[in-house]
């Protein structure tokens, strides 16, 4: 009866320390796995991010060329609201294209057209196409918008490289409200997984209908792709 007994407890033993190894092998191989998951996570948020900014371009495009490049948008509930199309109203953004997804308040940091604000970004354009910065998509309306940063680009240091354009303080004003605007941003300074004009960090990543080619067909990140000039994942 004794080893009966002592029987049935080594082989409730045996099976509990069995059952605890796969726990433990199971447990290893979530964490192998996570980085990976968290990895592709991060990368479907900034690809959706660049959709979202895209529109959003597009749509300060359609409406700067309705007011004939006189009138930029004060808020995002400018483009909500959509243009005048007879007696109603013809819809340029979605909701949801308001939203930024990389961040908690999902608001988009408006950026005005100033060297300061844009001409790092557009010297990075610069670099990424080739050295030739491209045209904007309607020079009568939008050139007034650009002239500004397109001399400072060409009377720029020669020391500057492409080192020293996509390095750029944190330290930025985030306005998300009642400002003309040009183009929006990301308030996530995170270094990201996607690399955009070759740009690896959230909030350096503008998006703007300026020096985007004569027409829809030029402007890169589209079939697509997951950012302009096919901005491939870095990773």
């Given at each position: 009866m004794t080893t009966r007994i002592t029987d049935r407890r080594s082989e409730r033993g045996m099976t509990l320390f069995a059952v605890?190894?796969?726990?433990?092998i199971f447990a290893i191989g979530l964490l192998a796995v996570a980085p990976t998951v968290q990895h592709e996570v991060?990368?479907?948020?900034?690809?959706?991010?660049?959709?979202?900014?895209?529109?959003?371009a597009e749509a300060i495009r359609q409406y700067v060329e309705f007011y004939g490049g006189a009138k930029l948008p004060n808020s995002m509930d400018d483009l909500l609201e959509g243009l005048p199309h007879g007696t109603?109203?013809?819809q340029i953004l979605r909701a949801s294209s308001a939203i930024d997804p990389?961040?908690?308040?999902?608001?988009?940091?408006?950026?005005?057209?100033?060297?300061?604000t844009l001409g790092k970004f557009a010297k990075r354009v610069q670099i990424y196409n080739g050295g030739?910065?491209?045209?904007?998509?309607?020079?009568?309306?939008?050139?007034r918008y650009a002239i500004?940063?397109?001399?400072?680009?060409?009377?720029?240091?020669?020391?500057?490289?492409?080192?020293?354009?996509?390095?750029?303080?944190?330290?930025?004003?985030?306005?998300?409200?009642?400002?003309?605007?040009?183009?929006?941003?990301?308030?996530?300074?995170?270094?990201?997984?996607?690399?955009y004009y070759g740009i690896e960090n959230h909030s350096k990543w503008i998006f703007t209908p300026l020096f985007r080619g004569n027409s829809n067909s030029n402007i890169p990140g589209r079939g697509g792709q997951p950012g302009p000039g096919g901005g491939p994942p870095k990773k």
């Open positions: 605890m190894a796969i726990m433990a991060q990368r479907e948020k900034e690809l959706e991010a660049i959709s979202r900014g895209e529109q959003v109603k109203k013809r990389l961040t908690e308040d999902g608001k988009w940091r408006l950026i005005k057209p100033d060297p300061q030739v910065l491209p045209p904007n998509p309607n020079p009568t309306f939008f050139d500004v940063m397109v001399n400072n680009l060409n009377t720029g240091d020669e020391g500057d490289d492409e080192e020293d354009v996509t390095v750029a303080d944190d330290d930025f004003e985030v306005t998300t409200d009642n400002t003309p605007f040009i183009g929006v941003a990301s308030q996530s300074k995170m270094k990201s997984v996607i690399a």
